[in-house]
């Protein structure tokens, strides 16, 4: 039986989403913004030789499609992906009124967001005192830290001392929707910080804010804090059945490759596999060769917008391009005929961009296993009806499937 490789470059994005104005890094909007083709451009300057040098080499994306899905997109051409390619390639667009994870990802899925996502003022304070009162009952604490937008770096900086001290959890938030609870892995603990997340969540959905995300860390002021890999996001549920719960409905494995089963609650979901990104790159190497006939993978790899977008890093957005690449050079060689690989994105988070925000973008949509196509412009769920048909499962979704 059939299988297919959904695989999200989180925060790949190609430029040109018509309704880019409408979105905001602080007062810029972000009309022009184009993640790839301005990491080529600022690699090809030479601008970007960090840990790398010269223009990006991403010769296995670009055969599949990747510089022609640019231009498809936005008009623009990214230097060195001239490639004519040897996979079936498009440009999709995003209906759901979001640039985060969840709205991305649950379109891809075959569900638009229904609804506007609840955000909070960028104020000092942020949140609202009803739930500020909220948060410290379930801590059991006299207060807590941040409240206010942050870098989730940034902001270890400047309250991880008064954390260790204080014992309050550091909450903060951004222009996504989204609560985030910072708490020390040893002095509050791991398993506390998680189950705060997990029961503030109901309150916290029920305000129609996607996610709470735990960001347990370690360290010390005079040494310096560092996230772990224990991060965790309690994201609301989809509203409707995605392309996971019409496989397993099927019968059909489903695995989860890194935050895939957070952000699907769970749901539809038959294994996780989790870790940092060179760690889920070994289990899809794994899930390439060992995975269920008629099973659907479904990864994600996060540190492109963790570690590079979100800090404005444009070498190092470039460098994990490269690695991505090279890895996917090897995984191709091994699908077999019938498998079907989807390389896509949820959102852009342009490394050249102003503010530190994901970027309103088209992105990518490049197959492997369907030879040579263009397949045109193209919307996020047909992702979701596409990888229905190739599974032969039943699917009543949003979406028209390009098989």
């Known amino acids: 039986m059939a299988r297919v490789f959904l695989v999200v470059m989180d925060s790949v994005g190609i430029g040109g989403a018509p309704d880019a104005d409408r979105f905001f890094n602080g007062l810029k909007p972000d009309t022009g913004a184009n993640t790839v083709c301005h990491i080529a451009q600022i690699c090809a300057d030479g601008h970007a030789d960090i840990g790398r040098s010269g223009p990006l080499k991403v010769p296995t994306l670009d055969a599949l499609g990747l510089g022609k899905a640019i231009t498809l997109a936005s008009n623009d051409s990214a230097p060195g992906l001239y490639a004519r390619p040897s996979g079936a390639w498009g440009a999709a667009t995003e209906v759901s009124m979001g640039k985060d994870t969840p709205s991305g990802h649950w379109e891809l899925a075959g569900v638009p967001v229904p609804w506007d996502w609840h955000t909070f003022p960028n104020e000092d304070p942020a949140f609202p005192d009803d739930l500020v009162t909220k948060i410290c009952q379930a801590a059991g604490t006299g ?33 996504d929707s989204v609560v985030q609870i910072a708490a020390h892995e040893e002095t509050f603990g791991l398993e506390r910080l998680l189950d705060l997340c997990a029961e503030l969540a109901p309150t916290i959905h029920a305000m129609k804010v996607g996610r709470v995300i735990a960001r347990p860390f370690v360290g010390t002021p005079e040494a310096g804090f560092t996230r772990t890999p224990h991060r965790k996001d309690f994201a609301i549920a989809p509203p409707e059945k995605t392309i996971c719960d019409y496989a397993q409905d099927a019968g059909r494995q489903v695995y989860a490759i890194g935050k895939i089963g957070d952000i699907f609650s769970m749901r539809g979901i038959n294994e996780v596999r989790k870790g940092p990104d060179v760690d889920l790159m070994g289990h899809l190497h794994d899930l390439v060769e060992t995975a269920a006939p008629g099973s659907l993978t479904f990864a994600n790899f996060v540190e492109f917008d963790s570690e590079y977008g979100h800090r404005r890093d444009v070498a190092g957005y470039a460098r994990h391009l490269e690695w991505f690449d090279a890895e996917l050079a090897q995984i191709l060689p091994k699908l077999a005929a019938d498998d079907l690989l989807i390389i896509t994105a949820d959102h852009g988070n342009d490394p050249s961009w102003g503010g530190t925000d994901h970027t309103r973008e088209r992105v990518p949509v490049l197959v492997h296993g369907m030879g040579a196509k263009a397949l045109g412009q193209l919307g996020f769920s047909d992702v979701g009806a596409s990888v229905a048909t190739h599974l032969d499962v039943p699917y009543a979704g949003q979406g028209k499937s390009f098989l």
């Open 143 to 175: 207060g807590l830290l941040g409240n206010r937008h942050a870098s989730g770096t940034a902001i270890l900086d400047d309250e991880g001392a008064r954390h260790m001290q204080t014992g309050w959890p550091i909450v903060y938030t951004s222009v």
